[in-house]
């Protein structure tokens, strides 16, 4: 079973950045970011496929996330700029077990990591 951590997550104002890293125990294959704000469903944000092909955003963080990964290191990273107070939520990562599209779906993803809290203060 794949183990998934996140971490980089914090406090952070309004328009400044901040990077997520999830380290994976072991190989893995298309990988995602997904959110869940309070109150709220879980919404997928990004998923890169390996090789790094593909990638896939949200159309509500186009343009100021990056979705990257180091198979070297089993990690893949999300870069967070220009952060908006409606980005605060509790991040996963999550991890399918083959090759596949970069899928929106959460279904699709097999194990998932524990989260990491991204707060944006106005």
């Known amino acids: 079973q794949v183990q998934l951590v996140e971490s980089g997550g914090g406090l952070v104002q309004a328009g400044g950045s901040l990077r997520l890293s999830c380290a994976a125990s072991?190989?893995?294959?298309?990988m995602g970011w997904f959110r869940q704000a309070p109150g709220k469903e879980r919404e997928f944000v990004a998923a890169i496929t390996r090789p790094a092909t593909n990638t896939n955003y949200a159309d509500s963080v186009k343009g100021r996330f990056t979705i990257s990964r180091d198979n070297a290191k089993n990690t893949v990273y999300l870069q967070m700029d220009n952060l908006e107070p409606e980005d605060t939520a509790v991040y996963y990562c999550?991890?399918?077990?083959?090759?596949?599209?970069?899928?929106?779906?959460?279904?699709?993803?097999?194990?998932w990591g524990q989260g990491t809290q991204v707060t944006v203060s106005t």
């Open positions: 999550a991890s399918t077990t083959g090759y596949s599209t970069p899928s929106v779906a959460s279904w699709a993803y097999n194990y």
């Open positions: 072991e190989r893995t294959f298309t």
